[in-house]
T-cell receptor, first 110, second 113 residues
Framework: IAGITQAPTSQILAAGRRMTLRCTQD?????MYWYRQDLGLGLRLIHYSNTAGTTGKGEVPDGYSVSRANTDDFPLTLASAVPSQTSVYFCASNSYNEQFFGPGTRLTVL | KQEVTQIPAALSVPEGENLVLNCSFT??????LQWFRQDPGKGLTSLLLIQSSQREQTSGRLNASLDKSSGRSTLYIAASQPGDSATYLCAVVSSSNTGKLIFGQGTTLQVKP
């Protein structure tokens, strides 16, 4: 692995279902982030983690949860998906305040 | 609340032109500013990072400047090529929220052969 990987690449999900988006980095960066990107709204921060064991809320946290059990992994969970959560989700990590992004997960909630 | 604006939203130029993309931010108390490139359906690639104490950064044909007092940054692309066609995003880290990026909505550039 080199950099940040995200899985799945894309997913179609029925409303009300639970979904976890996975993010793994091999750069040993302490800080990690989840953003969503929507047409006309740009990228918005959902949740972040400054270091393993800590998490914080971003600009649009409602309906999402995260955990940070170790340095490498930062999963994002939608407990009960709704159509407004249809978006492209990007995971990122931070080294000396320069951010590096994963390839994204395209999620469609029907 | 910090807001980042990029104008224009879209730009089309012939190959070979030098061009400037603009980014403005409302709160000059930033920690740094970062320019990204995003190709359709892809993730973001970091192009240049300017710390708050710096005035500019250069990488190849790209030059980014920062004027904190006026809340502006520009990305200069020299001798544009069709391969430069992409969306360019500007983002700032505010001093009070180190690490959290606030993005502009991007400028979509098309370079015509």
């Amino acid at each position: 692995i080199a950099g940040i990987t995200q899985a799945p690449t894309s997913q179609i999900l029925a409303a009300g279902r639970r979904m976890t988006l996975r993010c793994t980095q091999d750069m040993r960066h302490n800080a990690m982030y989840w953003y969503r990107q929507d047409l006309g709204l740009g990228l918005r921060l959902i949740h972040y983690s400054n270091t393993a064991g800590t998490t914080g809320k971003g600009e649009v946290p409602d309906g999402y949860s995260v955990s940070r059990a170790n340095t490498d992994d930062f999963p994002l969970t939608l407990a009960s998906a709704v159509p407004s959560q249809t978006s492209v989700y990007f995971c990122a990590s931070n080294s000396y305040n320069e951010q590096f992004f994963g390839p994204g997960t395209r999620l469609t909630v029907l | 609340k910090q807001e980042v604006t990029q104008i224009p939203a879209a730009l089309s130029v012939p190959e070979g032109e030098n061009l400037v993309l603009n980014c403005s931010f409302t709160d000059s108390a930033i920690y740094n500013l970062q320019w990204f490139r995003q190709d359709p359906g892809k993730g973001l690639t970091s192009l240049l990072l300017i710390q708050s104490s710096q005035r500019e950064q250069t990488s190849g044909r790209l030059n980014a400047s920062l004027d904190k007092s006026s809340g502006r940054s520009t990305l200069y692309i020299a001798a544009s090529q069709p391969g430069d066609s992409a969306t360019y995003l500007c983002a700032v880290v505010s001093s009070s929220n180190t690490g959290k990026l606030i993005f502009g909505q991007g400028t979509t550039l098309q370079v015509k052969p």
